[in-house]
């Protein structure tokens, strides 16, 4: 499958469910305590992070969609200071605060990346009042594309039919991360995201993957819901719902330090990729691919469009190899927000040599990120005759795109691509050659916008002209 990554800052979602506050005490543990067999923290720093619903709200923002969320909260400063931490995220809040009844927080303390204890701060969820959610939740159903229903089972969703018929009725997909072994209140959802653990739990414990995908499909046409969305750990995910069958995800983390939030990671990721345009079975793959990245990370944590990206480019699908000038410019734009070293470099390049190869090796040993602009063929034959390109413009720019060196493979239609190189501003601009560095097409855009252009090695006798003419004279 080639994937692609969406842009997301399109996509209106609603958030709605259990808000918590995920608080982290960290230290160090140097002693056993003389008081009982248990380890003695000494707390150097603290953080607070919102977490349930509010920490898929965070996962929305951080890819770039438009977020807001509600559910219930206390009238205390712990929903005071998550309010404003969403807030600052870009994440519009509708809470309903309830007195007399505290906002949850989980306390985790942790030393040395392992969680030593948690501590639950909650209300019990019969305490909660019914009813309170479904005339804010209704009239923001006209302003969004997607609806997420986060249930921790803390008693904001235990109108969740009432709500998914809502959401029905106004044509709003709705994704529900589940809770408990009572799907039944799920009836009617578009897709469900629960947990291997969650899905065993319901329809019996599955010996493989036909059982998975034999009982996933018999609970869907239970329940009547489109898709179905198991993740399976190490064994990645499965998508049941799709007309050409199950799709099966292999894991993406080769090394994982916490899955703490990969549930809201996964869902977030899923109902936003739909709601930007994504296909079901992309959507689920880039659900699968943010999972990986997050689960990398300590606590609950979140991914980023760009870092996504990254991670295609480096496996080098989805963001390497031959592109447009457009999606150029964002990978340029992204690298560089990264503090990695774009280098530009510009030719014909229409019989592929060892020169070639050398002297692309050469400019990316100078950076981070290398691109290729490439001239058409149209370009090529006003440059060096009719005859000319012997390689059609298709194949140049696949070969380049297959050499290690080489990130980005870019065309351009004019005689010099001073124009391309002006929109991009690459960080430094390269040419081989006897040229003067003032005099490379492009060179003072680069420059004036602090970047630096280099002259490298000009290696005798080896070009596609001296190359063409000895094929002629064998």
């Known amino acids: 499958m080639t994937l692609s990554i969406p842009n997301f800052a399109g996509a209106r979602v609603l958030v709605a469910g259990d808000i918590m506050v995920d608080q982290y005490w960290f230290g160090q543990v140097g002693r056993i305590s003389p008081e009982a067999p248990v380890p003695v923290v000494r707390v150097r720093e603290s953080e607070h992070r919102p977490g ?25 400063d712990a929903a005071a200071q998550l309010a404003e931490q969403l807030q600052q995220r870009g994440v519009n809040c509708a809470f309903v605060e309830l007195e007399g009844v505290p906002t949850t927080t989980k306390l985790r303390v ?68 589940p809770k408990g072994t009572d799907f039944e209140r799920y009836r009617g959802a578009t897709a469900l995201t629960p947990n291997l653990s969650e899905f065993e739990a319901v329809v019996g414990p599955c010996a493989d993957d036909n059982a998975i995908c ?33 799709l099966h995800l292999p894991a993406e983390a080769r090394e994982v330090y916490d899955v703490t939030g990969a549930g809201d990671t996964v869902i977030a990721t899923f109902a ?46 989805g963001g390497r190899g031959m592109i447009d000038e457009e999606r150029l410019r964002e990978f340029v734009t992204e690298a560089q927000a990264r503090g990695e070293t774009v280098v530009m470099t510009n030719g014909c390049f229409d019989i592929i040599h060892a020169g070639h190869v050398a002297y692309l090796e050469e400019a990316k040993s100078l950076g981070d990120r290398l691109v290729v602009a490439v001239n058409d063929d149209a370009s090529v034959s006003r440059l060096k005759g009719k005859e000319r390109p012997v390689v059609p413009l298709a194949d140049r ?8 060196a080489v990130d980005w493979v870019v065309p351009f239609s004019e005689d010099t691509p001073e124009r391309l190189i002006c929109s991009v501003l690459p960080d430094m601009l390269v040419k081989g050659g006897d040229y003067r560095p003032e005099d490379i097409a492009g060179a ?31």
Do not use: W
């Open 397 to 404: 720019m696949s070969v380049l795109a297959g050499l290690a």
């Open 110 to 177: 942790v030393s040395r990346n392992q969680q030593l204890i948690r501590l639950d701060l909650e209300e019990d969820a019969a305490a909660l009042p019914e009813g309170s959610l479904l005339e804010t939740f209704a009239n923001a159903l006209a302003h969004v594309d997607v609806v997420i229903l986060s249930d921790y089972a803390k008693g904001a969703l235990r109108e969740a039919p009432e709500l998914i018929r809502m959401c029905n009725e106004a044509d709003v997909p709705v994704f529900v991360d």
């Open 214 to 246: 034999e009982r996933g499909d018999a609970l869907r046409r239970q329940l009547d819901i489109d898709l179905l969305l198991v993740t399976r750990s190490e064994r990645g995910m499965t998508l049941l719902g799709l007309e050409d069958g199950p």
């Open 52 to 76: 349930g619903a509010g920490n898929v709200a965070v996962n929305l923002a951080s890819l770039g969609a438009q977020a807001s969320l509600m559910g219930f909260t206390g009238e205390d």
């Open 444 to 474: 003072k855009c680069v420059t004036g916008n602090g970047g630096q252009v280099r002259v490298l090695t000009f290696r005798e006798g080896r070009s596609t002209s001296s190359l063409i003419e000895a094929i002629r004279e064998r």
């Open 272 to 317: 936003a990729s739909v709601a930007a345009g994504a296909a079901a079975g992309q959507a689920a793959a880039i659900a699968n691919l943010a999972a990986g990245l997050v689960v990398r990370k300590l606590g609950v944590a979140t991914v980023t469009r760009s870092e996504m990206r990254l991670a295609l480019h480096q496996r080098g699908i």
